[in-house]
């Protein structure tokens, strides 16, 4: 199944900033226990790469700064890769790796150029600075052949109000990894119920 099928499903993307690697393992364990099979690391740390192979089939992206990033990730075996802006070096290393690249970007410049380049997934990052929901709104009326995904939109009270647009593909939410395990398998739990496709 394809990056944008798997977190198109239930439209919530969870996101980590920063992750020890004890932890990186349970973490997803808690994940899928909740009914989710993404997440999203906000930072490359070259030591996780030996764990990704345990990981198996959960779909696992990480936010990168550079080609010397990417490649790392890419050849750890992560699925997707975000990257702050729009980068041509990041691009060719995501599509020599087979992986699904999905820039920052905020302007209709930027998306343009990321079209041109075949780019079909945009995280709009960090939107809730530059404009929130109406900005999101917006640019996805401008590019209805993009698919979007907004970043920064932790609290079930924003996501809610960024997943009014049914065109949006998913929201971040930082908080769905954080707490205890517990806790994470829980959240996760009550949003596959809320966001499926199907309830929305």
Not at 51 to 60: E, K, M, T
Not at 144 to 167: E, M, V
């Amino acid at each position: 199944m394809e990056f944008i099928d798997i977190v198109g499903e239930y439209r919530v993307l969870p996101v980590v900033e920063n992750i020890k690697n004890e932890n990186f393992l349970p973490l997803i364990g808690a994940i899928c226990s909740g009914g989710l099979s993404t997440l999203c690391l906000g930072t490359w740390n070259d030591g996780l790469a030996p764990l990704f192979p345990a990981a198996g089939d959960f779909c696992v992206g990480v936010r990168v700064s550079d080609k010397n990033q990417a490649l790392g990730a890419c050849s750890a075996g992560a699925k997707f890769v975000c990257s702050y802006g729009l980068s041509e070096n990041i691009f060719d290393v995501c599509s020599e790796y087979g992986v699904s690249y999905l820039p920052c970007c905020l302007t209709p410049y930027e998306i343009s150029k990321a079209m041109e380049m075949g780019v079909n997934t945009i995280m709009l990052c960090p939107v809730e600075f530059f404009g929130g929901k109406s900005l999101c709104d917006r640019l996805i009326s401008m590019f209805p052949r993009i698919s979007f995904i907004a970043w920064d939109t932790s609290g079930s009270n924003k996501i809610d109000t960024y997943l009014q647009n049914p065109r949006l593909l998913a929201a971040c939410s930082s908080d769905l990894a954080s707490g205890s395990l517990d806790q994470i398998a829980a959240k996760c739990a009550a949003h596959v119920s809320r966001y499926s496709k199907n309830t929305i």
